[in-house]
């Protein structure tokens, strides 16, 4: 009968959307227990509460299914968005380029570089949207989590989390990224990002070969231009903001391309 009781009043936490996790400790107070990892059914627990276990999880599932059901939409339709504006952009990009003939390639590199720039709004435009989307969702998921790790706990007070068994597992360092940015196989600015004031060099190129470059801001704009026959160039003054550099050989051939940040 006590068994009854129990799984009724868990079963009632879940349906209320309350997901406290309680244990005992020796001296029968009641404390608070916060597991954000997911913790284990223990192996020898018997087969009849296993199954009840999984009676109530369904229950649990349910619920957040139907309360991550708007937000995965409107995650869906944000992304929907993205892919057709991104799509529209390259259907104009292809227009622009019919447009502009094949022998003008500095034009052309130039023109690309334009709609890169728009790309790359599109996406950044689309990260910022999406973030309180995915906040939220994260969120419940944690919630469904714990109250998981609640009903579990309710029956094993002494059970363990997935990360207790990993923990001799050695944490990948990710290596410090150097100041100078490599933003190409075949070139590098330095450093990026600056204060207005850098140099671009390419780690290919011909001798003597003769190059210009093109910056342009967010909107498109030309800059700043310059030629080098040293594989070398440097700027000066571009004010905050980000930019979008194309360097050309004597054919307007694309030979390096990228993006300098200014803070």
Same mark, same amino acid.
């Given at each position: 009968?006590?068994?009854?009781?129990?799984?009724? &009043?868990?079963?009632?936490m879940c349906l209320l959307n309350v997901s406290p996790v309680l244990s005992q400790n020796n001296d029968s107070t009641t404390t608070i227990v916060n597991h954000p990892?997911?913790?284990?059914?223990?192996?020898?627990? %018997?087969?009849? =509460?296993?199954?009840?276990?999984?009676?109530?999880?369904?229950?649990?599932?349910?619920?957040?299914?139907?309360?991550?059901? %708007?937000?995965?939409?409107?995650?869906?339709? @944000?992304?929907?968005?993205?892919?057709?504006? @991104?799509?529209?952009?390259?259907?104009?990009?292809?227009?622009?380029?019919?447009?502009?003939?094949?022998?003008?390639?500095?034009?052309?590199?130039?023109?690309?570089?334009?709609?890169?720039?728009?790309?790359?709004?599109?996406?950044?435009? $689309? =990260?910022?949207?999406?973030? %309180?989307?995915?906040?939220?969702?994260?969120?419940?998921?944690?919630?469904?989590?714990?109250?998981?790790?609640?009903?579990?706990?309710?029956?094993? %007070?002494?059970?363990?989390? +997935?990360?207790?068994?990993h923990h001799d597992k050695p944490l990948k360092e990710k290596p410090v990224k150097d100041s100078t940015d490599k933003v190409g196989k075949h070139d590098m600015v330095?450093?990026?990002?600056? +204060?207005?004031? &850098?140099?671009?060099?390419?780690?290919? $190129?011909?001798?003597?070969?003769?190059?210009?470059l093109t910056i342009l801001d967010q909107q498109g704009n030309v800059k700043l231009t310059d030629t080098s026959d040293t594989g070398s160039f440097s700027f000066a &003054?571009?004010?905050?903001?980000?930019?979008?550099?194309?360097?050309? +050989?004597?054919?307007?051939?694309?030979?390096?391309?990228?993006?300098?940040? =200014?803070?």
């Open positions: 009968m006590k068994k009854n009781v129990l799984i009724s &009043g868990i079963a009632l990892e997911k913790i284990k059914i223990p192996k020898d627990a %018997p087969h009849e =509460v296993k199954h009840e276990i999984d009676s109530l999880k369904r229950i649990i599932d349910a619920k957040y299914k139907d309360l991550l059901a %708007p937000l995965e939409y409107e995650k869906d339709i @944000l992304t929907a968005k993205k892919r057709f504006a @991104l799509e529209t952009l390259k259907a104009e990009e292809k227009l622009a380029l019919a447009g502009i003939a094949d022998s003008a390639r500095e034009e052309r590199e130039i023109l690309k570089a334009k709609f890169r720039i728009q790309r790359d709004e599109i996406q950044a435009q $689309f =990260v910022q949207d999406e973030a %309180p989307v995915k906040e939220e969702i994260e969120k419940l998921k944690l919630d469904k989590q714990n109250e998981i790790n609640a009903l579990i706990l309710q029956y094993f %007070p002494n059970a363990e989390s +997935d990360s207790l068994h330095s450093p990026n990002p600056s +204060d207005g004031n &850098g140099t671009i060099t390419l780690k290919h $190129f011909h001798e003597d070969e003769l190059l210009s &003054g571009l004010t905050q903001g980000l930019y979008f550099y194309v360097v050309l +050989d004597e054919n307007g051939k694309k030979k390096a391309g990228g993006k300098i940040v =200014v803070q």
